[in-house]
């Protein structure tokens, strides 16, 4: 078993930064693993999550979507079993609840934005970003 508990959510202006926070912790979870990978997605209310950022542990390769890019920065901690995700230049449609997510087998790069591949999601942190 996997448990993941975010933070760092809450409320800011238009233009402002915010970084999340998601420790990883259970017997089974090991950060050197090829393929394992975390992941945040979003979701507002009344649309679909979707995918935000992700990171296997194993490499320094990274993926946005496109909406992010160049605003947002995905890194890890191994020693702490932590995944940031820096946010900047905040929008107000970046408001949603933010989920961090984690897989603990191998998964190709090509299916990470994919959210029914993960099977392990921490609680959601809020983000509100005010107009």
């Known amino acids: 078993q996997v448990q993941l508990v975010e933070s760092g959510g809450g409320l800011v202006q238009t233009g402002g930064s915010l970084r999340l926070s998601c420790a990883a912790s259970?017997?089974?979870?090991?950060?050197?693993?090829?393929?394992?990978?975390m992941a945040w997605f979003r979701q507002a209310p009344g649309k679909e999550r979707e995918f935000v950022a992700a990171?296997?542990?194993?490499?320094?390769?990274?993926w946005y979507a496109d909406s992010v890019k160049g605003r947002f920065t995905i890194s890890r901690d191994n020693a702490k079993k932590t995944v940031y995700l820096q946010m900047n230049s905040l929008k107000p449609e970046d408001t949603a609840v933010y989920y961090c997510?984690?897989?603990?087998?191998?998964?190709?790069?090509?299916?990470?934005?994919?959210?029914?591949?993960?099977?392990?999601w921490g609680q959601g942190t809020q983000v509100t970003v005010s107009s």
């Open positions: 997510a984690a897989r603990t087998s191998y998964l190709s790069s090509s299916y990470y934005y994919d959210p029914a591949r993960y099977a392990y």
């Open positions: 259970g017997s089974t979870f090991r950060t050197n693993s090829m393929g394992w990978c």
């Open positions: 990171m296997d542990w194993s490499g320094p390769s990274t």
